[in-house]
């Protein structure tokens, strides 16, 4: 048995059997890991606070052949602030389950980690935090090898000076100029400042770009199209999605009290 | 280890033992074992139970607490109608909240947290109950139980800013350095938020 050590971000924790929880991490050093955390549950003081999503931690994992547990995990960075803005936690939410679906288990993405560290970080403190996620979830595809490139239209070679609208489409990994983006085609379409926008944040180094700032309604847009790719490519709904849409959408900060179903029992 | 030498119906009956939360298939085994070794009056008494228990058990049409009646006891009960209700994620949290007797209001239970990974969201809870509570019954304070998880401290915030603008007094249970703890063992996360929620002394 050997013991290894890694920063990683808590993606998500579930109860294991009679004492133990399964965690699941993405870590610097080893990417996507999946590791039994023995007696969690029964102890509390040996793991307090330590698998919370969203939270930093310093692992140390017990490795032998497929099977992973955790030694020691120490709490680095709990993110604090995203727990007291519903919406920002909502958004972290789709963070982690983008990061849980795309990427393979067992398989370091450096690059991926400085991403998602960083985003977590700015999403507690950015004043939007849809700018942050979209930035986020397009950086990732690239990362992860599934965005077309962004430099030129894929039919007549135009750059992106020589045409005032785009259309990104990741069903089909075609990124084209207005004339060529057909438009029935589904996909995102961009203005051409957007589009330089998407072109530089994408050369800039992963811990640079967020202080890119996407024109009104083209961080929601580019949030949906991602996140209906990713549940298509990996025929699987994204839950947090879910939540995500329902704060979006102003629920909160209203003070209705609809006059209704108080006495009718629950099924 | 359960093997072919069992006879199918001690197979089956560990089978569904270990589906229950915090059984593993040791465990199951044992309380297998035990049944069967048990007086009948002992396994009859618990089979009635249980069938009793899914039978007359359903959550209390005001505040989603267990009751076998039409109301819970608390929500029957004149006395605890003090103005203030004591918001908690489970039925077992109010329990807890109930055998310390620190508090005296009424209770309304979410049966649930804001949980974006198990797409949870606020219509999953019983928040609309809630609010309906507030505008049917005379409430002074809203007191937010929930745990001091990322998920409970997230529903906690939902439904403070939800009431920001309501009448009633919205507050929130402190959280910190448990009483016979040590300052020196805390975590991070607990000692921002002890320092967060300090108060005069005097
Ligand atoms: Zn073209
Ligand atoms: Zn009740």
């Known amino acids: 048995m050997t013991v290894v050590e890694s920063e990683a971000v808590v993606l998500c924790a579930c109860d294991y059997g009679e004492s133990d929880r399964i965690v699941t991490f993405f870590s610097l050093e080893w990417g996507l890991v999946r590791a039994m955390a023995k007696g969690a549950r029964r102890s509390r003081k040996r793991f307090v606070h ?208 609809p006059r209704s179903s108080a006495l009718i029992p629950s099924p | 280890m359960v093997t072919k030498a069992h006879p199918p119906v001690l197979r089956e009956l560990v089978r569904r033992l270990s589906k229950l939360p915090g059984i593993g298939e040791k465990s199951a085994t044992r309380l297998a074992m035990f049944f069967l070794k048990a007086p009948e009056e002992v396994v009859e008494g618990l089979v009635e139970n249980l069938v009793r228990l899914k039978r007359d058990i359903r959550t209390c049409p005001v505040c989603f607490h267990f009751t076998d009646g039409a109301l819970c006891s608390i929500c029957a009960d004149p006395s605890r109608k003090t103005g203030e209700i004591c918001v908690v994620e489970t039925s077992a949290d109010l329990l807890a909240i109930e055998e310390s007797g620190a508090f005296k209001g009424r209770y309304h239970v979410l049966q649930g947290a804001l949980a974006p990974l198990d797409g949870i969201g606020p219509d999953d809870l019983r928040i609309p109950e809630l609010l309906s509570r507030l505008e049917q019954e005379d409430v002074r304070e809203v007191i937010l139980a929930t745990n001091p998880t990322g998920e409970g401290e997230a529903t906690a915030h939902y439904l403070a800013k939800l009431l920001e603008k309501s009448p009633v007094r919205v507050t929130r249970i402190a959280s910190g350095i448990p009483m016979g703890g040590d300052v020196k063992y805390a975590d991070k996360v607990t000692l921002e938020r002890a320092l967060q929620g300090r108060r005069s002394v005097l």
């Open chain 1, 50 to 257: 330590a698998f919370e999503p969203n939270s930093v931690v310093q692992l140390g994992l017990g490795r032998r052949r497929t099977l992973s547990w955790v030694e020691s995990c120490r709490l680095v960075e709990g993110h604090l602030a995203l727990r007291t803005d519903p919406l920002r936690w909502a958004y972290a939410g789709l963070l982690l389950e983008t990061t849980l679906r795309l990427n393979p288990e067992n398989m370091p993405s450096p690059p991926f980690y400085t991403l998602l560290r960083g985003a977590l970080e700015r999403l507690g403190t950015d004043r939007d935090p849809a700018n942050v996620a979209a930035l986020f979830l397009v950086r990732a595809l690239r990362i992860l090898g599934t965005l077309p490139s962004l430099e030129r239209c894929v039919q007549c070679g135009a750059t992106i000076e020589e045409a005032s609208f785009w259309k990104l489409s990741l069903e089909t990994g075609r990124f084209s100029c207005g004339a060529h983006g057909a438009a029935a085609e589904e996909g995102i379409a961009l203005d051409k400042g957007s589009a330089a926008l998407f072109q530089s944040m994408l050369r800039a180094p992963v811990e640079k770009i967020w202080r890119f700032r996407l024109r009104k309604g083209v961080a929601a847009d580019v949030i949906h199209a991602v996140c209906t790719w990713v549940e298509h490519h990996t025929a699987q709904r994204l839950k947090s999605r879910r939540l995500l849409d329902r704060m979006a959408n102003g629920s909160e900060g209203g003070t209705r009290f």
